[in-house]
């Protein structure tokens, strides 16, 4: 089965500082991941995703992140928070089978001037 | 830009009353889910539906629910009578054949008192 988990739940990090929000996968498969982030009263909006072409994903909003099956990981980062960064971010993994999105538990980043 | 809206933003509804959520997916979307996020935990897949059925539900999607695209544009989930822990922020979403994003309307949250 197909599972994420987010192992921060709060992330703190001063403007101008880099962001580092962490995800581990479990899947019997060759994952698809995604990051969403989810502003206060809007949608979920997709940051990036990894469909198994080039390990290291770029996104918007100068996010990225780094596919790495030998840690299972699929870390978020970004080198320079800005204060529009605040929000929650989640973790996303595909079943494969349904195509149904199996979340992780949100990491909500606050962002310090 | 197109994108997926959902109506009302907030619903306060008594316990064992029926609600509707509606949700307007992109129009050429053809995969349709519903997902919902209880206060402080995650999201949830409750439902997808493809070709005016539903192809995927969860344990959590029992008989007091059901969903529909009445018109070619609308996309609905009923809760028959509802409870006090339906009280969620309910997600729809709408994707196209063969692709793995999702794109996911703003939510509606549901007070059930």
């Known amino acids: 089965a197909q599972s994420v988990t987010q192992l921060d739940s709060h992330v703190s990090v001063s403007e101008g500082t880099p962001v580092l929000l962490r995800c581990n996968y479990s899947s019997s498969y060759s994952p698809s991941l995604f990051w969403y982030v989810q502003h206060p009263n809007k949608g979920l909006q997709l940051l990036l995703k990894y469909t198994s072409a080039a390990t290291l994903v770029k996104g918007i909003n100068g996010f990225e992140a780094e596919f790495k099956k030998s840690e299972t990981s699929f870390h978020l980062t970004k080198p320079s928070a800005h204060m529009s960064d605040a929000a929650e971010y989640f973790c996303v993994v595909i079943d494969p089978g349904t195509y149904k999105y199996i979340f992780g538990t949100g990491t909500r980043l606050k962002v310090l001037a | 830009e197109p994108e997926v809206t959902q109506t009302p933003s907030h619903q306060v509804t008594q316990m064992g009353q029926e609600v509707i959520l509606r949700c307007v997916p992109i129009s050429n979307h053809l995969y349709f889910y519903w997902y919902r996020q209880i206060l402080g935990q995650k999201v949830e897949f409750l439902v997808s539906?493809?070709?005016?059925?539903?192809?995927?539900k969860s344990e959590i999607f029992d008989d007091q629910f059901s969903v529909e695209r009445p018109d070619g544009s609308n996309f609905t989930l009923k809760i028959r009578s509802t409870k006090l822990e339906d009280s969620a922020m309910y997600f729809c979403?709408?994707?196209?054949?063969?692709?793995?994003?999702?794109?996911f309307g703003p939510g509606t949250r549901l007070t059930v008192t």
């Open positions: 539906f493809y070709n005016n059925e539903i192809s995927e």
């Open positions: 979403a709408g994707g196209q054949p063969l692709a793995d994003e999702q794109y």
